[in-house]
């Protein structure tokens, strides 16, 4: 799947085409590492970043209703 993302990512760059991207991670490394530090460049660039710094709504495995 990385691989196709890679793929989407850099064609959709060298066409100049905008890209819409939301990550769940902690740092840039672990970006980084989920990616390939040359993907998260391409959607870097020029981009527009928002860190949302809030905490999670959910709930431990244990504590979950199995009901739902």
């Not at 490394?29 to 530090?37: M, T, V």
Request: glycine share 2%; with cysteine; proline share 4%.
């Amino acid at each position: 799947q990385t691989a196709m993302i890679q793929t989407v990512v850099n064609r959709r760059y060298n066409s100049r085409k905008p890209t819409w991207v939301t990550l769940d991670v902690r740092s840039s490394k672990e970006a980084d590492d989920a990616l390939s530090a040359a993907t998260i460049d391409r959607l870097k660039d020029g981009a527009l970043a928002f860190y949302c710094n809030w905490p999670s709504h959910r709930r431990p495995m244990e504590a979950r209703d199995e009901s739902l």
